[in-house]
C-alpha cells in the first residue's frame, strides 16, 4: 500500500510539473504573437530634405497606343527628357505635401520611382483608364542616416479621365499634371503623417483626388501653405 501511494505521489508530481512548464512557455512568448489593443503613435515629421531618383535605366514610350509598353508614359508636358519631367512632379509634390510639415522630428525622403505610366493620347480621348505610379520611399534620420521607415514599395495608382470627361476637366483645370501631382501631394503626406502610412484604396486605384493647393496655383519651387480645398476632383 506505501509503495503504491510512493508512485502515485510521483505521478501527480510530474503532472504539475509538466503544467507549469507550459504555463512558462506561454509567458516567454514574443511580444508580437500576443494579443494588443495598443495603435502605434502617428509620426511627427518635419522635412529636411529629399532626394528623387527617376532612374535611366527607365524605359520611356511615346507611342501613341492604348497600353503602350516601357516603365514612363507621359504626354501631360510638351515633348522633352521625360525622366526630368516625372521628376520635377515628384519634387513639387514633395514641396506641396511635406513641405508644410511642422512636426517634432527633422527627416529626410528618399524617392526612387519604378513606373509612371499615365495615359496616352488616344486613351485619354477616348475611353479613359488608370495612371498606373509605383515608386519606394525611405524616410531618414538625416543627422544619422538611420532609416526610420522603409524602403516601402508604394503603388500610388489614380483614375485617368477619359473622352468627355477629359476635356471637361482640362477646361476647369484639372489637367493629368495638376490631378496627379495633387494626388502624389497627398500619398506623401499620409506617408509621413500616419501611423500606419498610406494604404492604397482596396481596389489599388485611387478613385478622385483630394488638392493640397488651389486649381490655378503656379506650381513653385518654394514650400506652399497648406490649403483648406476640400472639394474633390
Not at 512632379?89 to 506641396?96: A, G, H, T
Not at 495612371?131 to 538611420?146: A, E, R, Y
Not at 500610388?156 to 484639372?174: M, P, T
Request: proline letters at 7%; charged letters at 20%; one cysteine or more.
Amino acid at each position: 500500500m506505501t509503495l503504491v501511494r510512493v508512485i502515485a505521489a510521483m505521478v501527480l508530481g510530474l503532472g504539475v510539473s509538466a503544467c507549469a512548464s507550459v504555463e512558462t512557455a506561454s509567458r516567454n512568448l514574443p511580444y508580437e504573437a500576443a494579443p494588443s489593443g495598443l495603435v502605434a503613435p502617428a509620426p511627427s515629421y518635419q522635412l529636411a530634405g529629399f532626394d528623387v531618383s527617376v532612374p535611366k535605366t527607365l524605359v520611356v514610350s511615346e507611342s501613341n497606343m492604348y497600353y503602350p509598353g516601357g516603365d514612363i508614359v507621359w504626354r501631360g508636358e510638351a515633348y522633352g527628357d521625360r525622366h526630368e519631367q516625372v521628376q520635377a512632379i515628384f519634387e513639387e509634390s514633395l514641396r506641396l505635401g511635406a513641405g508644410p510639415l511642422d512636426g517634432i522630428k527633422p527627416v529626410k525622403v528618399e524617392i526612387e520611382v519604378t513606373r509612371f505610366h499615365a495615359l496616352t493620347e488616344k486613351t485619354r480621348y477616348t475611353v479613359g483608364g488608370v495612371h498606373s505610379i509605383s515608386f519606394t520611399m525611405t524616410i531618414i534620420d538625416p543627422d544619422t542616416g538611420v532609416v526610420l521607415r522603409g524602403p516601402k514599395p508604394i503603388k500610388a495608382s489614380l483614375v485617368g479621365y477619359g473622352g468627355q470627361k477629359a476635356v471637361v476637366a482640362e477646361s476647369r483645370g484639372l489637367t493629368q499634371k495638376y490631378r496627379i501631382t495633387q494626388h502624389l501631394a497627398r500619398v506623401v503626406r499620409e506617408e509621413l503623417t500616419k501611423a500606419e502610412g498610406f494604404v492604397a484604396p482596396e481596389r489599388g486605384v485611387t478613385q478622385s483626388i483630394r488638392p493640397l493647393e488651389p486649381i490655378g496655383t503656379q506650381l513653385t519651387a518654394t514650400p506652399p501653405a497648406p490649403s483648406s480645398v476640400a472639394a474633390q476632383s
